[in-house]
């Protein structure tokens, strides 16, 4: 691996550390940098949709602060895996 690691590639390695720290930012940057769009809904939720309905990943943004839960990151993880994107 080159030595200019891309921000997507420390992001997917870290994704893969079980007990990683995850920001709202990071983990927004990441799925995003996966081809995902953002859509706000009603209140803290957030969706994260690719086109694929399989896909989709619904989240409520964390509050008061920015820290995901861990068991939020493994269900995404679970979910980016079984897409075939880790």
Not at 8 to 29: F, G, H, M, P, Q
Request: glycine residues 6%; charged residues 30%.
């Amino acid at each position: 691996m080159s030595s200019a690691v891309t921000k997507l590639e420390k992001l997917l390695e870290k994704i893969r550390n079980v007990d990683s720290k995850w920001t709202w930012n990071e983990l927004c940057a990441l799925l995003v940098k996966l081809g995902y769009t953002q859509e706000e809904g009603a209140g803290s939720r957030v969706k994260f949709d690719n086109g694929n309905a399989l896909d989709l990943i619904n989240l409520h943004r964390p509050h008061p602060s920015n820290e995901v839960k861990a068991y939020v990151i493994r269900q995404v993880r679970e979910k980016l895996e079984k897409g075939g994107m880790l």
